[in-house]
T-cell receptor, first 113, second 112 residues
Framework: DAGVIQSPRHEVTEMGQEVTLRCKPI?????LFWYRQTMMRGLELLIY????????DSGMPEDRFSAKMPNASFSTLKIQPSEPRDSAVYFC???????????FGPGTRLTVT | GENVEQHPSTLSVQEGDSAVIKCTYS??????FPWYKQELGKRPQLIID?????GEKKDQRIAVTLNKTAKHFSLHITETQPEDSAVYFC???????????FGAGTQVVVTP
């Protein structure tokens, strides 16, 4: 199993640009989570999906952030427009019903200048 | 919603000594408590977890204890080794395989 796949691994963009982060969960997993990690705020859950349906998006910081999961094997997190305070490592994780462990992807390090 | 507090924020131990990290949670409905280890520049990985119907769980040098009455749980690492150096996160969940609320993390440094 390839594990959770995220792309890109690093993204540097200028303030105001649109940023799209991508995630492929582990095959057979029906839960997908997007997290943001910063020194100041730690590991924050942004949104999670079950069977491609968003269940809880209360962690999404503002309307500039949006997430989609068009099918069981792909999800995107979009930031438009990006701001310097969005700089962080964004992790995607997946798990499956009745199995508790969340498997994290390698993360995308986003830098907004 | 759930709030998880974790202490200490940093912990320095001599190789071979024990390390203990403590977490408290606020929601009495929480029933699942995992611990994740994150090495520098890497992803968080599950090292041990416990459910609310169990008071203690052990896996080789690591153990977790849960006190539901006091709403706190702890990670114990015995015979620490340099490879135990990492950031450790506790978490709590009310719905097991859904939403996790993470603590702020503990930076553990094991010195030879």
């Amino acid at each position: 199993d390839a594990g959770v796949i995220q792309s890109p691994r690093h993204e540097v963009t200028e303030m105001g640009q649109e940023v799209t982060l991508r995630c492929k969960p582990i095959s057979g997993h029906d839960y997908l989570f997007w997290y943001r990690q910063t020194m100041m705020r730690g590991l924050e859950l942004l949104i999670y999906f079950n069977n491609n349906v968003p269940i809880d998006d209360s962690g999404m910081p503002e309307d500039r952030f949006s997430a989609k999961m068009p099918n069981a094997s792909f999800s995107t997190l979009k930031i438009q427009p990006s701001e310097p305070r969005d700089s962080a490592v964004y992790f995607c994780a997946s798990s499956r019903t009745e199995k508790y462990e969340q498997y994290f992807g390698p993360g995308t390090r986003l830098t907004v200048t | 919603g759930e709030n998880v507090e974790q202490h200490p924020s940093t912990l320095s131990v001599q190789e071979g000594d024990s390390a203990v990290i403590k977490c408290t949670y606020s929601d009495s409905a929480s029933n699942y408590f995992p611990w994740y280890k994150q090495e520098l520049g890497k992803r968080p990985q599950l090292i041990i977890d416990i459910r609310s119907n169990v008071g203690e769980k052990k896996d080789q040098r690591i153990a977790v204890t849960l006190n539901k009455t006091a709403k706190h749980f702890s990670l114990h690492i015995t015979e620490t080794q340099p490879e135990d150096s990492a950031v450790y996160f506790c978490a709590a969940s009310t719905d097991s395989w859904g939403k996790l609320q993470f603590g702020a993390g503990t930076q553990v440094v094991v010195t030879p």
